[in-house]
């Protein structure tokens, strides 16, 4: 569990901007591993998950809560449970539940997602309707929408609070159901000065995680109504997120929860000088006024370099990112980079940009 100090030394040399799931547990959060009351947590026994639970369902203003492992199979359960096979999820066509979290709504939910592009990733209520399948025995029916605040692919855009109401009211009063895949909830409330609770009221279900920008190292929840967790809590055993004494990561999971987003504006403010830096170097494309949260994407082609070779540069650099597609570059701030690493980051772009690029690149 516990680092050497030369690892430790090891990871503060790198600036890893490749993801914030990539971030450390506190002491704080050390500690309270260590010291973590524990029980069954199958049979509902774990005194700390308990707390983790309860506490999450008080902060979302709903009935109740579930631990699970990750985000992936907090948004699998939540489709599990509001549809059934053969229906489709109305979702933005970059979604992470659409590209990344391996088609499992329909190998194992067996739905099929019904997409569109949005600009900005922000899905309304005139994009989503005409999703919606008529009543017709010979279509495959629409079982639930879902949206993704903050949206990751999109450069962690914000969902304005209206449209999110506006979705749920309009798709409730069409019988439908709505999940948010709230992964980085936190950063949005931060962005936007509200609750979480405030920003997601008017949503069935919401899935955040606690091991991104909150800095655990394990672990996301879902919340709801009484009846939505019961439901959940029986596809989590199916799907096998059954944890036994994981007290020991549920504890890191309530510092998480209660020191760690307060401190998101300094995420934010990170991404916002790194984007503004970035905007000021020859051959990269990107609004550095579109940067609201911790994600900043832009993009390369004007450098005639690729992405992967870009990031493979600023690698032997010790400076960590990823590219999204061909010409496009994603770096997430989070609570292990600071002001000074993101201006090593800066420094590293400026001098591998300023390299010849590679002669196939002008071919």
């Known amino acids: 569990m516990y680092t050497s100090s030369a690892q430790e030394k090891n990871a503060i040399d790198i600036v890893d901007l490749r993801s914030d799931t990539v971030t450390r547990p506190s002491a704080a959060m050390r500690r309270a591993m260590s010291e973590a009351e524990v029980g069954d947590d199958v049979y509902g026994e774990d005194p700390t998950v308990n707390r983790l639970q309860e506490r999450a369902a008080e902060m979302f203003g709903r009935e109740a809560a ?4 990750s985000g992936s199979m907090g948004n699998l359960i939540a489709i599990k449970v509001w ?21 499992s709504m329909s190998a194992i939910a067996g739905c099929m997602p019904r997409t569109t592009p949005a600009p ?3 899905l309304t209520w005139d994009l989503i309707e005409p999703l919606i399948r008529p009543k017709t025995y010979y279509y495959s029916q629409t079982g639930l929408v879902s949206l993704e605040n903050t949206h990751n692919m999109h450069g962690g855009t914000v969902y304005p609070p209206a449209v999110t109401e506006d979705v749920c009211q309009r798709a409730h009063s069409a019988g439908l159901r709505v999940h948010l895949d709230g992964a980085r909830i936190f950063n949005a409330a931060v962005a936007l000065g509200k609750t979480a609770a405030d920003i997601t009221r008017n949503c069935d279900s919401v899935m955040f995680c606690l ?3 909150l800095g655990a190292p394990v672990g996301s929840m879902l919340v709801g109504s009484s009846e939505f967790i019961q439901s959940a809590h029986i596809a989590r ?10 007290g020991v990561l549920a504890a890191a999971g309530l510092i998480a929860l209660e020191e760690s987003p307060k401190n998101l504006h300094r995420d934010h403010e990170n991404a916002k000088f790194l984007a503004d830096g970035l905007a000021k170097m020859k051959g990269i494309s990107l609004d550095p006024t579109k ?3 911790n994600i900043v994407i832009f993009d390369v082609r004007a450098t005639g370099r690729s992405a992967a070779d870009i990031c493979s540069e600023l690698g032997k650099r010790k400076i960590l990112s990823g590219p999204t ?10 609570c292990d980079v600071n002001r000074a690493g993101i201006e090593n980051a800066l420094a590293a772009i400026a001098e591998v ?6 002669a196939a690149a002008h071919s």
Do not use: W
Request: glycine letters at 8%; charged letters at 20%.
């Open 83 to 103: 549809t059934q096979p053969s229906n489709e999820v109305i979702c933005e066509q970059r979604a992470h539940i659409n590209q990344y979290e391996l088609a």
């Open 120 to 122: 900005d990733g922000i």
């Open 66 to 69: 579930l631990f699970v492992p």
């Open 325 to 334: 597609d061909k010409y496009s570059i994603r770096m997430v701030t989070h």
């Open 237 to 246: 055993k199916l799907l096998g997120g059954g944890m036994r004494q994981v």
């Open 353 to 358: 940009l300023s390299a010849r690029a590679p």
């Open 291 to 293: 940067v609201m949260t």
């Open 211 to 213: 091991s991104k920008g």
